[in-house]
């Protein structure tokens, strides 16, 4: 989009996008050390473990999942932008075991960022929202000199069926429903390496709701279940590991990736978040013989990439 003779990207308004935006998991961990998460009965899941959302008990039949997510832009186009960021809230409901129900966004906006580039965003959130079965009803926006973008998203389980990460048990196989490496993709073709083919791949996968891969896994009745974004596929599973008290088995030659990520990996690109990531498993993580491209892989930053890669769960050692 222009304003006068300025083209106007999304991108470039922003130092970091999506999920590279996201404190550290490692910094996240010392700021919630010496937080007291309250307590109640009807809070089944809250901080302590803390999950993909909370949940609070209604009553024997209903329980709330209750969430928020939002980030600066990680594509120009403002409708792929917003329905990528209000997917990304939405999927956490559906990890959870849930069924989103209603949302409010959370915005904060440039002043000189073009009316109907707001609405554009504003309509591909809605578009997903509706999607989902739920309801766009509102939200606040405030003045930011980085465009970002997201959902708060309320949705209902049942109180006996949600879904945690710290479940997992000895024997269990671990299920992807998407593959990894939208990280990759989106940082080479910021660097000129991708081409739009490979974007508009990762772009679908980011938008695509884990509505029909939560149906499909409901009547398995899942030990575990978790989403696999900012932390990358190794930071994720090792909060499974850690929060289950197993060790988790991943057999790399079996990671899905989109296609077009792994030669990106082979031409040596590495998501912003990539470092990160590697600290927060650093001596956690036994990489014996891995390649150096499923490696990057597994440390995607993972924009929206959903559960766990194909392996087996074992007892701690």
Not at 5 to 10: G, K, V
Not at 16 to 39: D, I, Q, T, V
Not at 186 to 199: C, M, N
Not at 258 to 287: C, W, Y
Request: hydrophobic share 45%; proline share 7%; aromatic share 6%.
């Amino acid at each position: 989009m222009e304003i006068g003779n300025r083209e106007l990207r999304l991108t470039g308004l922003a130092s970091c996008g999506g999920c590279a935006a996201k404190c550290p998991a490692a910094r996240l961990e010392e700021l919630l050390a010496g937080f007291a998460p309250a307590r109640s009965t009807d809070l089944l899941v809250g901080l302590d473990p803390a999950d993909d959302a909370a949940v609070y008990r209604l009553d024997e039949e209903r329980a709330l999942v209750f969430t928020l997510d939002f980030f600066p832009p990680l594509v120009d186009d403002p409708g792929e932008y917003g329905a990528i960021a209000a997917t990304n809230a939405l999927n956490d409901v559906y990890a959870m075991g849930g069924a989103p129900i209603l949302a409010l966004s959370i915005a904060a906006f440039p002043e000189e960022l073009p009316v109907e580039m707001l609405a554009a965003i504003f309509a591909g959130a809605d578009s997903q929202v509706r999607s989902a079965g739920a309801i766009l009803a509102g939200g606040h926006t405030i003045r930011d000199l980085e465009p970002k973008y997201g959902l708060a998203v309320i949705g209902t389980v049942h109180p006996e069926r949600v879904w945690r990460k710290d479940g997992a048990k000895p024997g269990d196989a671990i299920y992807v429903t998407k593959p990894l490496g939208t990280g990759l993709i989106l940082t080479g073709f910021k660097r000129g390496l991708a081409g739009t083919q490979p974007l508009e791949r990762a772009v679908r996968w980011m938008k695509t709701l884990n509505r029909e891969a939560a149906e499909a896994l409901r009547p398995f009745e899942p030990n575990a279940v978790t989403d696999v974004t900012g932390f990358g596929l190794f930071g994720h599973v090792h909060e499974v590991a850690e929060r289950s008290g197993v060790r988790i088995r991943l057999q790399p030659e079996r990671f899905p990736a989109i296609d077009g990520a792994l030669d990106l990996a082979r031409k040596g690109v590495q998501t912003s978040g990539d470092p990160r990531n590697r600290e927060f498993v650093n001596g956690r993580l036994t990489a014996g013989g891995i390649s150096p491209v499923l490696e990057a892989l597994g440390y995607d930053r993972a924009a929206r990439e959903r559960l766990l890669a194909d392996g087996v769960i074992a007892a701690p050692a």
